[in-house]
């Protein structure tokens, strides 16, 4: 697992693909790292087990394949509290921990990643990758990306 | 994992209607992009396409698996001739105008999200799992595409007339999406599939409620219009799969 903590997402590259739990882990018979995808259309999948191909023959893996797995199906639950933090720093609202076993439409709070406010508003449902949703700010006026609870 | 208890050639077929609902409306979708009212709409009519080929990939893959003779999705979906496809005829009819494509896709997600509810429960392993994945994105498509509804048929007296126009063109294809034949039937026995017929009652639920909330007439179904699950497709889809084809089909090795 150490050496796919340097993987990072193709779109978001300050998160590795550990943070984000798109790696699942080692299985150890038959032996296999297991990874998952976001969301099924996600062009990303196939970047990340690119990398992670590439990133296990570094480390001397070379015979270890990768299998992608669909259950349990990957929540934004699956983000570490390391990746959420990097996600803030990044101006990316990450989602609230527990936030997927919510509903859709019981929106918690969202916190710009800039100024800290908690007036915001949403301004798409889906923004720049399947992932995300475009918010805007009405304090410090700037756009901001949220990952969306999922 | 335990072996599926239903036939492959049944099982095939059933994920052959899943996958090119999918697939077929997915294509569609794109056709919008960089073509929507606004950016943000622009975005998400790609990001839900992108979810519908998603989906498509992971169902033909798994029927390329079950059929056993070496098909993978690419080659379900780039080598198959029209009369080939099972999708419904819904999905396959152009995009219109922008209220157009949103009744569409409320009525198509609407009913999708409630058979997906029900197949992520299914004794097929593989297919539950596809289905449990999935129904966490078709939750927002259809939460979209009803809040468009409400807001182009509550909207000015221009939105609305072309929001009863893209109802009307539709309702014909409702009837189809729920229909059953005994192939379905043997599979719902199984617990492989989903009764269709027993989803209508909370489909009709749900849309009276948007329609009551748009301030538009309920639906009024003229004679139904069916035969995509044997491959009887209006002429539409041809030119859909010439468009989607091309590559693959004239340069069969090409590669990125």
Request: glycine share 8%; charged share 20%.
């Amino acid at each position: 697992m150490a050496a796919l903590e340097t993987v990072m997402d193709p779109e978001i590259p300050v998160v590795s693909v550990t943070d984000l739990g798109i790696v699942r882990g080692v299985r150890r018979a038959p032996p296999a790292v297991l990874i998952t995808p976001t969301y099924t259309g996600c062009p990303a999948t196939l970047a990340i087990e690119a990398a992670v191909r590439v990133a296990l023959d570094r480390a001397g893996f070379s015979d270890l394949p990768i299998e992608t797995v669909l259950s349990p199906p990957w929540t934004t639950d699956w983000i570490s509290e390391d990746g959420r933090a990097r996600l803030l720093a990044y101006g990316i609202a990450p989602p609230p921990p527990g936030a997927a076993a919510s509903t859709l439409r019981a929106h918690a709070v969202v916190t710009c990643p800039r100024c800290g406010s908690g007036r915001t508003t949403e301004v798409s449902r889906f923004g720049s990758t399947p992932c995300k949703a475009l918010w805007r700010c009405l304090s410090c006026q700037e756009p901001f990306d949220r990952f969306k609870c999922h | 994992m335990s072996a599926p208890a239903s036939s492959p050639p049944a099982l095939f077929e059933y994920l052959l209607r899943l996958g090119d609902d999918s697939l077929v409306l997915g294509q569609r979708l794109t056709e919008w992009c960089g073509h929507a009212p606004a950016l943000e709409i622009d975005l998400s009519l790609s990001n839900l396409g992108l979810d519908l080929i998603g989906q498509a990939i992971l169902f033909l893959n798994l029927a390329g698996e079950v059929e056993g003779r070496g098909r993978d999705g690419d080659r379900l979906a780039y080598h198959r001739d029209v009369l080939a496809f099972r999708n419904c005829l819904l999905v396959e009819q152009p995009n219109g105008d922008f209220a157009q494509t949103m009744a569409r896709q409320f009525l198509f997600s609407t009913c999708q999200l409630a058979l997906l509810r029900g197949l992520a429960n299914s004794t097929e392993q593989r297919l539950a799992e596809i289905a449990a994945k999935a129904v966490k994105e078709v939750q927002y498509h259809a939460e979209l595409s009803a809040e468009w509804v409400v807001r182009l048929g509550d909207g000015t007296a221009e939105s609305r007339e072309r929001m009863i126009a893209g109802f009307d063109w539709f309702w014909r294809f409702v009837d189809e999406m729920f229909d059953s034949d005994p192939l379905e039937q043997e599979l719902v026995e199984m617990g492989v599939a989903v009764d269709r017929a027993q989803l209508r009652s909370d489909f009709e639920a749900k849309l009276a409620a948007v329609l009551r909330e748009a301030t538009l007439p309920p639906p009024a179904y003229p004679r139904a219009i069916r035969g995509g699950r044997r491959g009887h497709h209006s002429e539409h889809l041809g030119h859909l799969l010439a468009t989607m084809q091309f590559l693959p089909r004239t340069y069969p090795d090409a590669v990125w």
